[in-house]
């Protein structure tokens, strides 16, 4: 298995889980993917200060997930994406563990059932 987000050249998968840690940022990212948006635009649902935004947002932009551009005096965020695929391919490579481990499950569930449902018959 290729160990992603300890070669060099696209997101660090390490920074880009340790960003969507937070719930803040998670947010963030929705409301950015939506379109661009300024720190004002972003704090609004919140309930903190544009610097604590600006922070969260710093974190985003240095995993790789946002990017800001210079609108005047305007620094509008902008959802990078493209950089959350290291992220979902990492994840489905476990979708398909999590599917055959819940198939086993109900097997024996199922087996369980009928060993339940003749020893209540043969009573």
């Given at each position: 298995?290729?160990?992603?987000?300890?070669?060099?050249?696209g997101p660090?998968?390490?920074a880009?889980?340790?960003?969507?840690?937070?719930?803040?940022?998670?947010?963030?990212?929705?409301?950015?993917?939506?379109?661009e948006?300024?720190?004002?635009?972003?704090?609004?649902?919140?309930?903190?200060?544009?610097p604590?935004?600006?922070?969260?947002?710093?974190?985003?932009?240095?995993?790789?997930l946002?990017?800001?551009g210079?609108?005047?005096?305007?620094?509008p965020a902008?959802?990078?994406?493209e950089?959350?695929?290291?992220?979902?391919?990492w994840?489905?490579e476990?979708k398909?563990?999590?599917?055959?481990?819940?198939?086993?499950l109900?097997?024996v569930?199922?087996?369980m059932k009928?060993?339940?449902?003749?020893?209540?018959?043969?009573?």
């Amino acid at each position: 298995m290729e160990q992603i987000g300890y070669m060099g050249g696209g997101p660090n998968l390490d920074a880009v889980f340790a960003a969507l840690a937070d719930p803040t940022r998670r947010a963030i990212l929705s409301r950015l993917a939506e379109g661009e948006a300024s720190v004002g635009e972003l704090a609004a649902p919140f309930q903190m200060s544009q610097p604590a935004v600006s922070k969260h947002l710093k974190v985003l932009e240095r995993a790789g997930l946002i990017e800001r551009g210079v609108d005047e005096q305007r620094r509008p965020a902008k959802l990078k994406a493209e950089n959350l695929v290291p992220a979902v391919d990492w994840l489905a490579e476990f979708k398909a563990f999590w599917g055959g481990s819940f198939d086993q499950l109900d097997d024996v569930l199922q087996q369980m059932k009928k060993i339940n449902a003749k020893g209540t018959a043969d009573e």
